[in-house]
């Protein structure tokens, strides 16, 4: 059974940084992409950053280009976020999320197992 489990969320002020993990378990293959996403109070879930298991492609929402890197240890099925500059609307609960098939990985419907977030929140 997939398992994500994310740590490394907190409150921090704005200009701060952090940087979120995931410990993926369960897997018997690689899996097509994975990502961070992140859902505000009374917002829409949105994908923050992706990247292509494979390539080591990785894809970042404007809103965050430039601040945020995703990355991958292979070697130890982790999942890693730096988020720097943090700003109070990064403030959300964010997910690691694993998409074990192809196709668009902007699309939040694409990820197959979610973690069960953890918590960012940016105070001005």
């Known amino acids: 059974q997939v398992q994500l489990v994310e740590s490394g969320g907190g409150s921090v002020q704005a200009g701060a940084s952090l940087r979120l993990s995931c410990a993926a378990s369960?897997?018997?293959?690689?899996?097509?992409?994975m990502g961070w996403l992140r859902q505000a109070p009374g917002k829409e879930r949105e994908r923050v950053a992706t990247?292509?298991?494979?390539?080591?492609?990785?894809y970042y929402a404007d809103s965050v280009k430039g601040r945020f890197t995703i990355s991958q240890d292979n070697a130890k099925n982790t999942l890693f976020l730096q988020m720097n500059s943090l700003k109070p609307e990064d403030t959300a609960m964010y997910y690691c999320a694993t998409a074990l098939k192809g196709g668009d990985c902007s699309r939040v419907a694409m990820y197959d197992y979610w973690g069960q977030g953890t918590q960012v929140t940016v105070s001005s």
């Open positions: 990247i292509y298991t494979s390539t080591g492609a990785t």
């Open positions: 369960g897997y018997s293959y690689w899996s097509f992409c």
